[in-house]
């Protein structure tokens, strides 16, 4: 059979097109290749960020725990009976009798106790000094059964199983942090302890588990080995909380204003390229802004989580009207028409049909200017958020660090080899929330788009 | 008139000898006196002055971009929402000026209603959709009577049948002429006094449009209803009255029948012969 349409010639035009068709071809593959090749660089530096993270980070979620057999021995522990209460004895007075006893109680030698119970886990007759084998323990642990013995004075002269942390510089040294080739003089742990330690864990007595004092301490300068994000974390959520009671309704009402009711006008187009422009600004300028106004002017006290929260809100502020702004320019005007055709108001048209349809978008925007606000660092240096502050703080007034702060600060500690890995594991879980932020926003999104 | 039978009216000549009415005898229901309409510097209607009249179909006819619209926009005062719209002139609704600023444009669009030329319900049920405006304007009292105001309109626009048992499924899932039925339900579920309907039918396939124009014809006996339309058999069919716009000018106005059969005007001549357009 021949083929028919192979023997005509092609026509001009055909020919034409063909030509023209190879060149179109050839930037479609080319654009493809190009944009192929964006997302794998920047998939790639991410991955290679993640990897870095995880792999510094993970290990700092394990760390050495020393179980030790205190034994509350009435030699060191040279104190009285706690005081009882005796009859006629006012409250006030009560009291101050249990604090002169708790002041006592402190007074005592702890870390006698602490030693001991080390020496009774050594081999007999391990021959290491006082000084070097209370390297091993975190520094924490003699406050420890301090507590333990306040708690339960009934503990005098009894033994019992506790466990502490061991040192930072034990962890460093069983993890492989420190190199074991060092000379002596480079190692932070003497040669007995050293050896003690690696007695300790080939026999169990130092073993590793999961990092909670990482999630439920504080930051510690005294017992690195026990700091932890606790209060990071709280005053990050203070910080959130107050971004979100403030900036959400003031940016989503600021918008609306101005996207539906403001009359267009020389002033509105003003406003309109400011907030354009405040968006722009650096954060730390923010910051600065924030120090002049809250503290220096308003007095608010320094370092404190509220004043952080609202020099955070002025930031996310500019965020989150011109993402709202865009969600309501993007309803269609037949949407509008229908509502006013039918008599709405413009207020009833907005909030009945408008921001219906939107809430979706304003809630995404919301939510990833929040998780912006959680991972700000350089505007909280500024108004004193980075102290070094080593307890919960229970108000947003107290003083307290942000989880970013606090990965600043960790990542600025001497003591390089433990930190490392805490920071790395305070990024880790900075990165949790935002992702866990920006998921809850997926899922609202998707959740609601399927309702609407 | 006579109802219609699938879309076979569609297709016809037009259809001038439908009911003569007397349009003389009518009360005129909205009166306009020298309308113009800038659009900026642009100026898109010079002047035009119209009397339309109680319970009965007028349509505008008209080139495109020959002011129809506009003009229709005026008269709920729609070009309010217009960035840079200007009105002159007067509209009068019962004698009353509606641009009269003491005037409330909520109780005007109250009275005043409209369906536009794409269907444009609200991403709600389809109750909802038709309860909207009593309820924003407070018409029903209980929820049983907000059930009837809802079920009257539905059936009315002859969308009862097919949406009874599916009223909370969204409006938007409907089809595009079941859409505009829901839209003029939910239009004539305030009671409205006028009812404007531009290019209703532009959207849909000839049978809906029958639908519709039978519709629009039961309606003509409670409402007074302006509609806007790019089919000369349409405006034959359904309007008594007829406009005819060319460059935002009104060029002809009167009977329907009148101005199909012998149009005084050669532009207009020109126009429904097919000759501009
Ligand atoms: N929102 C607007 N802004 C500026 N000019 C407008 C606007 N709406 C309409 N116009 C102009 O006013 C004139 C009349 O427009 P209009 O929409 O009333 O025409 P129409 O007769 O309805 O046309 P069509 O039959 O195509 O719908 C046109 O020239 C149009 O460009
Ligand atoms: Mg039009």
Known sequence: MTDVTASRPLSERTQLIRKNLR?????????????????????????LLFADILRKGVPAFTQSNLHLTATFDPEIIDVGPPPGRIAGQSEAEFRAASLKWQREVAMLNWNKV??????????????????????????????????????????????????????????????????????????????????????????????????????????????????????????????????????????????????????????????????????????????????????????????????????????????????????????????????????????????????????????????????????????????????????????????????????????????????????????????????????????????????? | MDTLTGNTRVTQSPDVTSTPVELSKRTTRLTARDVTVHYGSKQALHGISIDIPDRAVTSFIGPSGCGKSTFLRCINRMNDTIEGAKVGGTIKLDGEDIYDPSLDVVELRARIGMVFQKPNPFPKSIYD???????????????????????????????????????AEPGTGLSGGQQQRLCIARAIAVSPEVILMDEPCSALDPIATAIIEELIDELRENYTIVIVTHSMQQAARVSQKTAFFHLGNLVEEGNTSDIFTNPRNKQTQDYITGRIG
């Not at chain 1, 080319?30 to 660089?41: E, H, S, T």
């Not at chain 1, 492989?176 to 050293?194: T, V, Y």
């Not at chain 1, 990050?236 to 940016?251: E, Q, T």
């Open chain 1, 23 to 47: 060149r179109r071809h050839m930037s479609e593959t080319i654009f493809r290749a190009l944009g192929l090749l964006a997302i794998i660089v920047a998939l790639g530096f991410v991955a």
């Open chain 1, 114 to 452: 602490v030693e001991a119970s080390l020496r009774a886990l050594a081999p007999a007759g391990y021959e290491i000094a006082a000084k070097d084998l209370l390297t091993i323990p975190e520094t924490d642990a003699r406050h420890r059964l301090r507590e333990m013995f306040v708690a339960d004075p009934s503990l005098l002269g009894q033994t019992v199983k506790v466990d502490v942390l061991a040192s930072a510089n034990a962890d460093n040294w069983i993890k492989g942090n420190i190199d074991r080739s060092l000379p002596d003089s480079q190692q932070q742990l003497k040669a007995p302890a050293r050896a003690l330690i690696d007695q300790f864990v080939s026999n169990g007595t130092i073993s590793m588990g999961f990092a909670w004092s990482l999630l439920t301490n504080v930051d510690s300068r005294a017992a690195p080995a026990s700091s932890g994000l606790l209060g990071a974390l709280v005053g990050s959520l203070y910080m959130m909380l107050i971004v979100i009671v403030l900036a959400v309704p003031i940016g989503v009402a600021a918008a609306i204003y101005l996207e539906e009711f403001a009359p267009k006008s020389r002033l509105t187009d003003f406003i309109e390229v400011n907030i354009n422009n405040l968006a722009a600004v650096p954060s730390i300028v923010f910051g600065l802004l924030g120090a002049a106004v809250f503290i220096n002017y308003m007095h608010l006290p320094i370092s404190a989580p509220l004043v952080g929260g609202l020099v955070l809100t002025l930031m996310t502020l500019p965020t989150i009207i011109i993402a709202t702004r865009g969600a309501l320019l993007g309803v269609s005007p037949a949407l509008r028409q229908a509502a006013l055709g039918m008599g709405a108001s413009k207020t009833q048209m907005v909030f009945h049909h408008v921001l219906p349809v939107t809430f979706p978008s304003i809630l995404t925007a919301t939510i990833i200017g929040v998780a912006h606000a959680l991972g700000e660092t350089a505007p909280l240096l500024l108004i004193g958020m980075k102290a070094f502050v080593a307890s919960v703080p229970a108000t947003p007034l107290d003083q307290a660090t942000a989880l970013p702060v606090q990965i600043y600060l960790w990542q600025g500690n001497e003591n390089r080899n433990f930190f490392e890995s805490h920071t790395a594991a305070a990024i880790m879980v900075l990165l949790v929330l935002m992702i866990a932020l920006n998921g809850i926003a997926i899922f609202l999104r998707s959740r609601l788009e399927r309702r609407a």
């Open chain 2, 129 to 167: 959709n038709v309860a909207y405006g009593p309820r924003i304007h407070g018409l029903a009292r209980s929820r049983a009577e907000m059930d009837e105001i809802v079920h009257s309109s539905l059936r009315k626009a002859g969308l009862w049948q097919e949406v009874k048992d599916r009223l």
